[in-house]
């Protein structure tokens, strides 16, 4: 295309000059010059056009949706002496080159805390009194599997607290470090935000995340096949039934069983045949209308362990997993407390009100589906065996 455009430049500019000299004369040298100036603008041109083409086909972006997992990263919480670990939502994009190892990637998360207080307490009232949402801007350099970036997050939030002291500042500005690794169109790294607006802070350790991106789209960058051999990450999804045992008020409906949404990362290790298993559930019940509480049930449980994958004579897969489970069920907040102001519990314990062991065992479906039977044994602040800790679920696993 280019020597196209230039041969009949040529052409042209010949043809203008036998016109203007009459057939068969001879330019002039200023003439000469000046046709030739031409020329070298047009390929000048040209090539830089075709550049600029050529560099942006090899820009692409791709959608972000994940998970970020942090602690309250609260000022003034509502409840000092709890420490509280938030599953955040995010999402955003990402926009990389080819050619080059580094990514501008946008994300925005939110997170509502929501309290409800019942068990002995009939008289409590539920709300949210903590609202939060953050705005990231991350230039990250990848190498193979490798990440690390430096970046600015914005974080904005609303409790009972801030609402009394309007003075107080809502907005946070925070310096952003972050490293992690890269698994097809996962990304998991740790980032540690330093904040530097309203307060100064380099050590303060609740300004800290684990991160989960999946990335949305065609063009992603390869995986060494070394590390798909060593370990292999699987995402979940799927619900769980249980039993509902909770403390409802006059005028309320009661449920038998409850359906708990739940989303989880398997980290497979092929040679012990082992993964580690993180996983959370949420169940939320909603009271329309009630001048006493907005929210009748919470209860959130939140799972680490391991899982032994044993192989079949049908060469399917079936596993055994053991772990720990930090439970929030707001039925029994309450109870919590009081024990707390008797000295039969530590002051940080009423957020994770029910601490315990969980076993359970999975059986596949299909390629992709698997049923789940799970098992919670509270230690803490519970009875051994209770019936609305046992459940039942379907989870559906992909590869990202």
């Known amino acids: ?18 016109l203007k000299n009459g057939a068969g004369a001879i330019c002039s040298l200023p003439h000469f010059l000046f046709i030739m100036a031409k020329i070298l603008i047009v390929i000048s041109l040209q090539l830089v056009c075709n550049s600029v083409s050529s560099w942006g086909q090899k820009i692409y972006v791709s959608g972000i949706a994940g998970i970020k997992i942090h602690s309250n990263q609260n000022q003034l919480p509502e409840y000092p002496d709890a420490w509280q670990m938030l599953s955040s939502p995010l999402f955003g994009f990402k926009i990389s080159h080819k050619k080059l190892p580094i990514d501008l990637i946008y994300t925005h998360d939110f997170t509502y805390a929501i309290y ?7 008289a409590g009232i539920s709300n949210v009194p903590q609202k939060s949402g953050g705005n990231l801007l991350l230039l990250q350099y990848n190498k193979n599997i490798l990440l690390a970036g430096i970046g600015h997050y914005q974080r904005k939030h609303e409790s009972f607290t801030l609402f009394v002291v309007p003075e107080a500042n809502k907005t946070e500005n ?3 470090l972050s490293a992690g690794l890269h698994f097809r169109k996962l990304d998991i790294d740790y980032q540690r935000q330093i904040q530097y607006k309203p307060f100064f802070g380099v ?3 609740g300004f800290q995340s684990i991160n989960l991106r999946y990335h949305i789209g065609k063009h992603q960058k390869i995986v060494p096949k070394k590390l798909t051999k060593f370990m292999e990450i699987e995402i979940r999804t799927g619900g769980r039934l249980s039993p509902v045992k909770q403390t409802f008020l006059t005028g309320e409906t009661s449920s038998l069983v409850k359906l708990s949404p739940n989303i989880g990362i398997d980290i497979y290790f092929d ?4 993964s580690v298993l993180f996983d959370r559930d949420w169940w939320i019940a909603i009271n329309g209308g009630s001048f006493q509480r907005d929210i009748k049930g919470y209860v959130s449980n939140s799972t680490i362990g391991l899982c032994y994958h044993i192989q079949t004579k049908k060469e399917k897969i079936i596993k055994v997993g053991a772990g720990v489970a930090y439970i929030i069920d707001h039925n029994s907040i309450y109870e919590a407390r009081t024990k ?5 519990l530590k002051p940080n314990s009423w957020y994770y009100n029910v601490k315990g062991l969980y076993f359970s065992y999975y059986h596949p479906v299909t390629d992709n589906v698997e049923l789940e039977f799970r098992q919670i044994l509270p230690l803490i602040n519970e009875k051994l065996f209770n019936p609305s800790r046992t459940s039942l679920g379907l989870a559906y696993k992909f590869k990202p």
Request: charged share 10%; net charge positive.
């Open 203 to 205: 050590f303060d350790w």
């Open 340 to 344: 707390i102001n008797q000295g039969l």
């Open 1 to 18: 295309m280019l020597f196209q455009t230039i041969s009949a430049r040529l052409r042209l500019l010949a043809h203008n000059n036998q």
């Open 271 to 274: 040679r012990i045949n082992t």
């Open 116 to 122: 409800n207080e019942v068990g002995n307490n009939p």
């Open 174 to 176: 925070l310096i952003v």
